[in-house]
């Protein structure tokens, strides 16, 4: 892709508090109050530091993108690795929220038009990637639940037997 500025739009001060009253009504008072507690703990410069971050992420998801490359690909899994911590900066984002997020990317016409203003198909790339990605995440801790499971069951064999 061009090196030519691809960023994110971001929200006047007026939009930003209409989000959080939105966000406020949808996650609850308590959690998004954290969020914003956290993210004004943060100097100014690691704000920007944070915001150049997340755009980095999302240029890098474009990219990978127009390369054609889909979840399973090392490459993109990197990346949806560093847009999760990336989301740390502000929450712990479970595997629902991760899920939704990547919905709402290709449902919400904010977001639509913000992403498309990188790449006209980012929202629908988006969506897709993300959810292979959280499903990889799913199977994980399944498979991981499950070996606990099993290795707790053979310990309890051992102890009965």
Known sequence: MSKKKRGLQRHSDGEQKQYEREARLQYGPAEVNETIGTWNSYSKAKQEAIKAE???????????????????????RAILDRWQAHLRHFYEPSLDRLRG?????????????NFQRIHPDLPAYLERVIEDYVDELETAELERMLAEDEELARRRGRLSG
């Open 101 to 113: 997020l990547g919905r709402l990317y290709n449902t919400s016409p904010e977001f639509i038009a």
């Open 54 to 76: 997340g755009d980095q992420v999302y240029l890098d998801l474009a990219d990978v993108m127009a390369a054609r490359l889909e979840a399973s690909d090392d490459k993109v």
